[in-house]
């Protein structure tokens, strides 16, 4: 199982915003649009959400899930002992995301969230995606593409600024299973061992 590198210090930092889990109102809001970028008061929200997504295991979160209902989240993909195979990339924050164009092939994969506690469920996704979202930076729009694992997080945080939780997505409720039970379908052949729920 891969381990979290020693000088990341971000799993024990204090989180200021709690994780709004399913029954929360604001998880089924269509999320406002961004007006201003970088003020004061957003930057601070990235920042916790940043420690959020790092403490708790995740790999993408979005505003509504700390309370915010924005149109903004972040891609933090990276191994942890909730998805041991992801693949490690920057932290991104998405402002005002839309999918312009998705592929027809659809992949099915596994997907936890920190809004589900204790689920997880095998969910159709398209493969690839082409997405248009404002520069943080500049404030431009940029258009950009990802493929196959950070296709589907950036696709499961888009759905949160819409409203929609991943048990929305299954074809049928026999995709659903426990984290205790996803852990014994997903170990390695010979490992006896558990993963725990980061």
């Known amino acids: ?11 024990h930092a204090v989180v200021h915003r709690p994780i709004r889990t399913l029954g929360d109102p604001v998880l089924r809001e269509i ?3 961004l007006s201003e970028l970088w003020t004061p008061k957003l930057r601070e929200l990235v920042d916790d ?9 995740g790999v993408g979160i979005a505003a509504p899930q700390v309370g915010e209902s924005l149109r903004l989240f972040i891609v933090a ?11 490690f990339m920057q932290p991104e924050a998405i402002f005002n995301p839309e ?10 994969g596994w997907e936890g969230c920190l809004s589900v506690p204790g689920l997880r469920g095998q969910v159709p ?8 979202c404002i520069d943080p930076d500049s404030g431009e729009t940029v258009v950009r593409e990802y493929a196959d694992f950070i296709a589907r997080v950036f696709q499961h945080e888009l759905d949160h600024l819409n409203g929609i939780v991943f048990p929305d997505r299954v074809e049928s409720s026999e995709d659903l299973v426990s984290e205790e039970v996803y852990r014994r379908l ?13």
């Open 1 to 11: 199982m891969s381990q979290e590198p020693e000088h990341d210090q971000t799993r």
């Open 31 to 33: 999320a406002r649009p």
């Open 49 to 57: 959400m940043l420690r959020a997504v790092h403490a708790r295991g």
């Open 77 to 87: 993909s990276r191994p942890n002992e909730r998805y041991p195979d992801a693949p």
């Open 99 to 108: 999918i312009e164009w998705a592929s027809d092939e659809m992949i099915k």
């Open 125 to 132: 996704r398209a493969r690839r995606i082409r997405a248009r």
């Open 186 to 198: 997903t170990l390695p052949p010979g490992d006896s061992s558990s993963r725990e729920n980061g």
